[in-house]
């Protein structure tokens, strides 16, 4: 019994995989720390003493972890070491991302590890809402850290979106079941590929992006952080301003491009480049298409008719922060809850949306909403015509009743979760927009929330302690799909 230490019946040798996993994890971690020491060491900031003793720190624990549960993985994982993986290594590393954070001489993250947590947790899981204030003289390593943690968690939730969680039938996503799902031997060449490619177009959009950014308006430290942040769809930026510090309408139109292309399924892209023209006819990439181009028309000729701006200063202030919201990256030009109730209304609810699963975005995912759409029609026309069958397709295939049930089951899930945590953040004194703003920009990981304390002008550095813990629960929980955090509380889990 020595080596079998029970978790109820689930021995720890059945964790094993997924401990090693999480090592090999924060050796990588501990690896992208080197990079902000050296901003900093070469800014002659003293912060690069926290990033250089947080490196090896995390090494020693990863390659601890990695050598005491040293194991074969040729044969993949099981639904219960899959759902243990997902929040075992985003905890894990969020912990450890805090850490240089935590440690350094950066006054608002500076022995208050509730913060340090706070950002690493927003940071790793995309999400882009800050404690920080005056980002503007804020060290070029924490800057830069809070970018990368942003770049490897967009990179890390595609991964878990097409290898993970269709094999765990979460939440409707088994629909997007593709190679990276079969864990057969002989399928594993054809996983690598894929995997290789999904990386190799990441980067490549990322120092396109950076590249664009440098040419029309941005120094290349700040090229560099928001190309990170923008292709991860994640919104972290170096000014308090957001992208508003630069009046550039280029830059603008640049960003919201790249924006979009990280709210793509990466899987289109890597077909698209084996010449496979079929994938063109996507239909989420399409509806998320179409729901923008309506939303950004009706937008900006609101703000034409109300005389906020011209046609084209309209035109390309509503694109750029309808595209920021639904695809869950955060930026701002400009506080648009400025523009009026109706545009507080219409962001509010932007927020649920998100973009295309197997992308970096979060929110509920277009997929989903397509799911419901033809599921009601079906049911609308039960009650006109009893007797009648009317099939549910979703692109030119009939849609399961597992997937159906599951999205249903999604929906019902994230708006008890998101209720729950509007009354919760309430019980803290803050107002309502405030709360249920804060928990919807949580759960679908868009950052930034309504009205004056954590609107796009504002910041979560003045909520309450106890309020930034339940925010970053909610932002994993969230980035997670909901599914794989909260069957964790599940005693029948951990049982055999």
């Known amino acids: ?90 905890t894990t590393l969020v912990l450890f991302g805090a850490l240089p954070l935590y440690i350094s001489d950066y006054a608002q993250l500076k022995d208050s590890f509730t913060n340090a947590f706070f950002e690493s947790m927003s940071g790793l899981t995309t999400t882009g809402a800050t404690v920080i204030v005056g980002l503007d003289t804020a060290p070029p390593g924490i800057l830069l850290w ?52 999904i990386v190799l177009i990441y980067v490549g959009l990322t120092v396109l992006c950076g590249v664009a950014f440098w040419l029309v308006a941005m120094t290349p430290f700040e090229a560099l952080v928001h190309a990170l942040t923008t292709v991860s769809t994640a919104g972290f930026s170096t000014s308090d301003s957001s992208m508003g510090k630069w009046n550039s309408p280029a830059l603008h139109w640049l960003a919201t491009l790249f924006m979009l292309s990280g709210a793509i399924p990466f899987v289109l892209y890597v077909r698209l480049f084996q010449g496979q023209r079929d994938a063109l006819r996507n239909s989420q990439v399409w509806v998320l298409l179409g729901f923008l181009a309506l939303v950004i028309t009706g937008l900006a000729t609101w703000l034409v008719i109300t005389g906020r701006y011209g046609a084209a200063d309209a035109l390309r202030f509503a694109a750029f922060n309808v595209v920021s919201v639904v695809t869950t ?75 159906v049930a599951s ?24 107002d309502f927009l405030t709360s249920a703003s804060a928990a919807v920009a949580s759960l679908s990981n868009v950052g930034p929330g309504l009205g004056p304390i954590i609107g796009p002008a504002g910041n979560f550095s003045t909520l309450p302690d106890a309020s930034k813990w339940l925010l970053s629960f909610g932002m994993l929980l969230g980035r997670l799909e909901l599914f794989s955090v909260l069957i964790l509380f599940f005693p029948q889990f951990w049982r055999g």
């Open 146 to 197: 809070r970018a990368l943690l942003q770049w490897l968690g967009g990179i890390g939730i595609i991964g878990v979106a097409i290898a993970i969680l269709p094999a765990l039938g979460v939440g409707g996503m088994q629909l997007f079941r593709t190679e990276s799902s079969d864990r057969s031997e002989k399928a594993m060449p054809r996983v690598r590929e894929i995997a290789t490619a």
């Open 329 to 403: 990256t955060g930026y701002a030009t400009t506080d648009y809850s400025l523009w009026g109730n109706v545009a507080v209304g219409v962001f509010f609810g932007l927020m649920f949306v998100g973009g295309c699963t197997g992308s970096t975005s979060g929110g509920m995912k277009i997929f989903r909403f397509e799911v419901m759409v033809r599921m009601l029609r079906s049911h609308f026309l039960r009650l006109l015509y009893p007797r009648g069958v009317f099939a549910r397709v979703y692109a030119g295939r009939p849609l399961p009743d597992d997937v």
């Open 1 to 90: 019994m020595h080596d079998r230490v029970l978790l109820g019946s689930w021995a720890l040798p059945h964790a094993r995989p997924v401990v090693h996993l999480t090592g090999r994890m924060l050796v990588a971690l501990s690896a992208a720390m080197l990079l902000p020491a050296a901003a900093d060491g070469l800014a002659g900031n003293p912060d690069w003493r926290a990033f250089l003793l947080g490196s090896p720190i995390t090494f020693a624990c990863g390659a601890g972890l990695v050598y005491a549960t040293r194991c074969r993985l040729t044969g993949g994982l099981t639904v219960r070491q899959a759902f243990l993986l997902t929040p075992l290594a985003w």
């Open 407 to 430: 999205v249903v089951v999604f929906f019902s899930l994230y708006f008890t979760c998101y209720s729950a945590l509007t009354i919760a953040l309430m019980a803290f004194d803050l």
